[in-house]
């Protein structure tokens, strides 16, 4: 006789016990937490764009891009994508989580080592798990234990026989911080490894014309060395998808080898169509990306100032770091009451329980001041114990 169901609740038992139970559930307030980093998501100009294409497109694309569910959008947005991050091609898939899990599954194999930083996303973790290739942590941003890492496999493999891969992202999403572009680039050139670099969460906000962190990094001539980048719709654009841009080689290889492209549904017709426009407005959005910046050092320096413990975050994302799950719980119920949309991070996600504070440009310095004193109120309110 089977035990499934008690064996699910025991788990769950376990998860509610370690205050690490998740639920879906739907916020009102200001939004603090979202990755809809330029506010695109609720743009005027784009909902606009968007009413004048309804008639135009199906619901659904009914089929994979390789069956009937490819559009001349998707092509023309993609040939204008790689041209805006300079690179020869792109490849538009149904979100961000595929284009890393997928990439990195067609590259990999067992005779591959891939050395990821310890917090890169679990998309990113689950490909190379899938893929078979023998996973080589290396602690977080410390490119000399990636380097240390990479002489062991060279004694361990003189001959290359394994191919080398290194996936890092640009700017993690749980900690705000980056690598050191000139210095990975550098151990690339050393040492020959193919490098994936994930801009998700800088597309749209750094560089010139919001080309990411890469361009604020890095010359041209170095980031035409980096093999596969992935960017993604989900965030500054505020739509949906993902975007894998490389050689037209490595698309060629990539349609037809990776499976969630092969085998999952199109994108939505519509979503090229209007990322092309969303581009558009994203490479004009200087006085934002500004604002959001000026946002963000206002906020950190605000946060310490008031005692509050935040990462070495060099971004518009700010984890406010907490001492238990228990807490962070807390604290998140506490200013969603107040109509301020924070949410909690714990464990397993991250190492240490925390607010995840996630800033856009269409916040204002009201708003971040009525964050701070939202946060030192709560602070009182906890210490105190007058709520749980």
Request: charged share 25%.
């Amino acid at each position: 006789m089977s035990h499934h169901w008690e064996e699910i609740k025991e788990k769950i038992d376990s998860i509610k016990e370690k205050q690490l139970f998740r639920e879906t559930k739907t916020y009102q307030g200001i939004d603090f937490c979202s990755n809809d980093y330029m506010g695109l998501a609720t743009n005027a100009r784009m909902l606009e764009c968007y009413r004048s294409l309804t008639d135009l497109y199906p619901f659904g694309s009914t089929a994979s891009r390789l069956v009937r569910g490819n559009y001349d959008s998707m092509n023309m947005f993609e040939t204008e994508f790689a041209n805006f991050v300079n690179g020869e091609a792109a490849l538009l898939v149904a979100n961000g989580f595929v284009a890393n899990f997928g990439l990195i599954d067609s590259i990999a194999a067992s005779n591959c080592y891939v050395f990821t930083d310890r917090l890169n996303h679990a998309s990113i973790l689950d490909g190379i798990r899938i893929s078979g290739a023998k996973k080589k942590y290396y602690n977080h941003l410390d490119l000399q234990h990636l380097q240390t890492l990479l002489d062991k496999a060279n004694a361990e493999d003189p001959d290359q026989k394994y191919k080398r891969i290194v996936v890092t992202e640009s700017l993690f999403s749980m900690d705000g911080d980056s690598p050191n572009f000139p210095k990975l680039l550098t151990l690339k050139k050393q040492y020959g490894f193919v490098l994936v670099v994930d801009e998700a969460h800088a597309l749209g906000v750094y560089g010139n014309e919001g080309k990411g962190i890469l361009f604020r990094d890095l010359s041209l001539e170095d980031i035409q060395l980096i093999d596969y980048r992935v960017y993604t719709l989900g965030k500054s654009f505020g739509l949906e998808g993902g975007i894998i841009v490389t050689k037209q080689l490595g698309r060629d290889h990539l349609v037809n080898v990776m499976r969630p492209f092969i085998f999952s549904t199109a994108p939505l017709p519509i979503i090229s169509k209007l990322a092309m426009f969303a581009l558009k407005l994203l490479r004009s959005m200087e006085s934002e990306r500004f604002h959001l910046l000026e946002l963000t050092r206002e906020l950190k320096q605000s946060l310490v100032t008031n005692g509050f413990a935040i990462t070495n975050t060099e971004s518009h994302i700010i984890p406010l770091l907490l001492h238990s799950e228990a807490e962070a719980m807390a604290y998140g119920k506490r200013l969603q009451e107040m109509g301020l949309d924070v949410r909690a991070i714990r464990p397993p996600t991250v190492p240490t329980p925390r607010l995840r504070i996630s800033l856009n440009a269409k916040l204002t310095r009201e708003d971040i001041n009525s964050l701070v004193s939202a946060l030192v109120q709560i602070r009182k309110e906890y210490g105190s114990g007058s709520f749980s």
